[in-house]
């Protein structure tokens, strides 16, 4: 049966020659026919009867003539796109679109089956423009089950876009695929694996699944390209059908057409990357895939895969992902691709984007896989050739790339430091960020005062969205590399001028506690620069009022810390040890500071409405201060802090009350409470490198600062190498970092040390204080975590084999004629422990303490004295007197302190570690003390 079709144009070339010769008889094959031709068409006088059209036909056109006088003929599609186009305004486009909408409703309504696949198209054309077209949902399935193929076209192209597997409706398809899945027409059957693959859910998957498999044996390579693409799609759905597809996948590389090639590739990077087993057994393809790639480099021009040049990129593209899929962690099979990937990047035509495309996808092979170092060094260099091309978008993806490879071979990545710094100025915001990141990636303590040079450049005249990012990330850096302490404090002080008010409260808490555990000499010479950037700013007038400081408050807020604790220092005679060696401090030398305009400026922003609450609190504490090191200007301070007691804001009101009776009632405490605060405790690391000296500066050597990557965290998080928070145990940092990554104890060493101590108490812990270090909150600097049931035990712990820190005060005294007893004596160690003295008879709490003698002929170094008590204990451990045990008699010592509130019998284990003076392996040694002397 032959049907009217207005555009049998959009059928294959296969399909219209066969309708075409069907029909060369008949007059009205031609869209402006007349009805009167098409009726004679029937009348066998005037043309010879055609055996093809039988009563059936005849009727079927004589319907189709009625349905043509009953309906109007509906818009064509292109029409309806130059009247969507031809709208001047928003509103005249959405009202031709509603009205065309309700004219296609009407005609749904109606069942049109004549006009049914030119509504659907104008349907699916105004769903691309963004607009409803939900209602046309069962019309695509209506289509797809007409025996037309322009119908099925439309119908699955419909289906593909207005289906998806969250909907019902797709489920009544299913039927409509898998009999067009066994269709005789590879048009038809690639139509049906094309949807499959767009729409499928697992239940399509599971179902179809066979059908995709026996379409991918097909010896069709349209049909068999379009499987393999479908097989992707369902896998992706359903992983646990990769078993069904894996036997016909390997046959698919030894395809000669493209097409199947780049679908079969595809198809099992999917398969390897859902399942170790699957990747393991395809990398015994790796030659092949050698074989193909080395083919598309030396292969001639082909017209027919050649894109600007390169022969089929898009191949090579695919090739060189699955080559990085299976040459990850695999030593023998990224050495059979080593030669292969470094003629691709010798190879490669960089002058369009398409051989760019290729040298990136080589580049991130290279990096993944075990490639030797020159390789990785020709990727690098190629991503730094990126770095220099006049396309924004290859320059992002240079750093972006280099940024997450920088970890392979930093030596490689150094080598194009200047180029990553140029990009700092690029006015692309998104290669700013990105040269940014990498620019601190590339820190090291070598390069350190250059690179921070540059990014202070950059942070002055960087947008405010980099600035407290960067001001953030520099002062990392100066921390973790900082070569002297004179230039750690003047980078300080740059990023605190260049940030203004965009740095964070972490920063300026790090300023003050760098500034507080500096020598006298660094802390004069950095409270006169504080005072300078704070008074003057960048002009040579003092300051008269608060603007100049309002923009620049973090910094207002260390300068008044620093007045206020070392104002003494401020205003005393500079001499030659307080300059900076440098650089002058201001215009003509320093000159000597007044207490008067010292006083003066802190009034001056303390009465500012531009300055913040949070400023003022540091002004007026910096303030009560300097009336203990200004003792002729008592008075006046006591006349400024006085006016505070009634204030708005109710903190300064009552820090304004409280100061005020310092100065009445309480005089006589004013001097001991507002005295200078103790130097708070600096963590360390490693130090640098001796050979690494800061440009301009020859200050004092700055004593070893730690990395920001140890973890700063409470000595109580950790007992069993994870995140127990109700441990409460305690040891020294300043010891523990200095172990060798051999004596590090594991969570397995915690348990032989913590094993066998538990008494079954289950009477709960009480809170164990213990100190750590806080930057968001320097006065805070004890903290307090209660104990669970769950706390085993209080003693000595480590955190990712590194133990926690307490830094109190060190013992140094040896306590003598008091009992004790001996808890080790092995290998010329002696370890004693004795009642310290202060401790009450009765007492719940008690001091004991370790002395550890060296009884051999040479020292011991890094010492580390550890111990171990039951849960219904809670002990808290000193830092010890040292670190290293001189020979032949000498001795350390460490107090403990123990709390016993069931005051019952006293267990502990100890451990004690140390290293040869002459090298060798660290000795250690674990004992258990079960009769302490008594109290």
Known sequence: MWMYDPDLSVLPAELNRRFTQGASSLPFTSKGSSWAQKTSAMNPSDHGFNPSFNMAAIKQVFNEAVERVRMPTPMRLRDLIRQIRGARTGGEERAVVNKECAYIRSTFREEDPVWRCRNVAKLLYIHMLGYPAHFGQLECLKLIASPRFTDKRIGYLGAMLLL????????????????????????????????????????????????VERHLRSPNAYVRKKAALCATRILRRVPDLLEIFLPATRSLLSEKNHGVLITGVTLITEMCEHSPDTLAHFKKIVPNLVRILKNLILAGYSPEHDVSGVSDPFLQVRILRLLRLLGRGDGDASEAMNDILAQ????????????????????????????????????????????????KNI????????????????????????????????????????????????????????????????????????????ASSIVVAAERYAPTRRWHLDTHLKVLCAAGNYVSDEVVACTIQLIGASGTVDQAWMVRRLW????????????????????????????????????????????????????EVTPGGVGKVR?????????????????????????????????????????????????FGSHLNVDLQQRGVEFSQLFSKYDHLRHPLLERMPPPPLPTSAPPPADVVAEGDDSEELPP?????????????????????????????????????????GTADLLDLLGGLDTNDSTPSTDIPSLVTNNNNLNNLMGQVTSSDSNFFSGTVTNNDAPVTITPPAVNSHPTGTPSVLALDKEGLRISISLAPGSTSGSSTSNFMMTATNLSASPMMQFLFQAAVPKTFQLQMLSPSGTTIPPCGGQVTQLLTINNPNKGPLRMRIRASYVPAGGGPAVQEQAEVNSFPAC
């Open 164 to 211: 998806d597997e969250r909907q019902d409706v797709h489920l009544l398809i299913t039927n409509c695929l898998k009999n067009d899945l066994g269709s005789t027409t590879q048009f038809v059957v690639g139509l049906a694996l094309c949807t499959l693959g767009a729409v499928a859910s697992a239940e399509m998957g599971r179902d179809l699944a066979g059908e």
């Open 344 to 391: 691709v990047a010798t190879n490669t035509e960089t002058a369009k984007n398409v051989g760019n495309t290729i040298l990136y996808e080589t580049v991130l092979s290279i990096m993944e896989i075990r490639s030797e170092s020159g390789l990785r060094v020709l990727g690098v260099n190629i991503l730094g050739r990126f770095l220099l091309n006049t396309d």
């Open 395 to 470: 320059r992002y993806v240079a750093l972006n790339t280099l940024l997450k490879t920088v970890h392979v071979d930093t030596s490689a990545v150094q080598r194009h430091r200047s180029t990553i710094l140029d990009c700092l100025k690029d006015p692309d915001v998104s290669i700013r960020r990105r040269a940014l990141d990498l620019s601190f990636a590339l820190v090291n303590a070598s390069n350190v005062c250059a690179m921070v040079r540059e990014l202070v450049t950059f942070l002055e005249r960087a947008d405010p969205e980099f600035k407290a990012t960067a």
């Open 532 to 583: 300078l950037a704070l008074s003057l700013g960048n002009s040579d007038e003092p300051l008269r009022d608060g603007s100049l400081a309002s923009d620049k408050q973090p910094l207002a807020q260390v300068a008044l810390w620093a007045m206020g604790e070392y104002g003494d220092l401020l205003v005393r005679t500079p001499d030659e040890h307080d300059g900076d060696s440098g650089e």
């Open 595 to 643: 207490e008067d305009d010292v006083i003066e400026v802190i009034r001056i922003l303390l009465w500012s409405p531009q300055i913040s609450i949070i400023t003022k609190q540091y002004a007026l504490l910096a303030l009560t201060k300097l009336s203990t090191r200004f003792q002729n200007h008592t008075d006046r301070v006591r006349e400024i802090v006085s006016a």
């Open 705 to 745: 600062v730690r990395s920001r990557e140890e973890p700063d965290s409470n000595a109580l998080l950790v007992l069993l190498g994870g995140g127990d928070e109700n441990s409460g145990t305690t040891t020294d940092r300043s010891v523990a970092q200095k172990r060798s990554p051999g004596r590090s104890a």
